[in-house]
């Protein structure tokens, strides 16, 4: 029987090619972003359901639920990325505090709070799996505390889960090339620098971080829960 599949953040990039391949697998997959056109267009190519939500907002997750079905299999938290990259340099306090917040927010409060909302209605036997990031292992700022904040709180997650069968990983990519959260914003040094880190020599693709959480919301993965699973071509996760 086909699987219910939420995939957070699913219309563009790593979200899209997770989402593409649940769906090639025959499995029913809704795909959420804030951005309405360029996520009804990512779903209708591949079949999936839209919604709009931002999962930073309480309110819109509970919109969300009233448009997901009883039951969800899956659950991908991977919609966030580094707010800080556009904002600079914060020269005061505030905005210090306000640029924290925000990449707090987008990364670990939301996918903690999408889990919060969803998790009467996970199945048992279930998965979930977040998208953090090797920035997680490395620093990275208030976006590698975001991200490394995703593995410590999945190890709670993972305890209070486990009881109904259902498992709760982080995934944690390292360079991803040819999507919208690096695109513009690397200059050829800096990219050449990120493939040279690797051990095979070249930048993932999204679909090898969609191997990675097909695998963990597949019945082989069933006993890993609580882990971290590096898809970064051995790039090594700390400095
Ligand atoms: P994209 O920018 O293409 O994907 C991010 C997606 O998340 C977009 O579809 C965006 O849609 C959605 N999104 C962001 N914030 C929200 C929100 N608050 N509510 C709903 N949707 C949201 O980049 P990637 O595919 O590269 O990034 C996907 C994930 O992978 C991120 O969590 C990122 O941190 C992580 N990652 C990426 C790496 C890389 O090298 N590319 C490396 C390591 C981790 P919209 O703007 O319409 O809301």
Request: hydrophobic share 40%; proline share 3%.
């Amino acid at each position: 029987m086909a699987r219910n599949v939420l995939v957070t953040g699913g219309g563009t990039g790593i979200g899209y090619a997770i989402a593409q391949h649940f769906a090639e697998q025959g499995e029913t997959v809704f795909v959420t972003g804030r951005r309405t056109g360029p996520l009804k267009e990512a779903a209708d190519r591949i079949g999936a359901r839209a919604v709009v939500c931002d999962h930073t907002d309480p309110e819109a997750l509970a919109r969300l639920l009233t448009e997901l079905p009883e039951s969800v299999d899956v659950l991908v938290n991977n919609a966030g990325g580094n707010t800080d990259f556009d904002t600079g340099a914060a020269s005061d306090l505030a905005s210090y505090a306000r640029d924290f917040r925000a990449n707090l927010d987008a990364n670990l409060v939301s996918a903690a709070l999408t889990t919060k909302a969803l998790e009467e209605r996970l199945a048992a036997g279930g998965a979930v799996v977040h998208i953090g990031s090797i920035a997680g292992n490395r620093g990275g700022g208030s976006y590698g505390a975001a991200k490394a904040g995703l593995a410590t709180w999945n190890i709670d997650l993972a305890g209070a889960l486990g009881a109904r069968g259902i498992t709760a990983n982080v995934v944690a990519p390292g360079y991803i090339a040819d999507t919208e959260f690096f695109r513009d914003r690397l200059t050829d040094e800096r990219r050449t620098q990120l493939v040279t880190e690797t051990a095979v020599g070249r930048p993932g693709s999204p679909a090898d971080v969609a191997g990675a959480v097909a695998f963990l919301a597949s019945p082989a993965a069933r006993h890993i829960t609580g882990q971290v699973l590096h898809v970064n071509g051995g790039a090594h996760p700390t400095r």
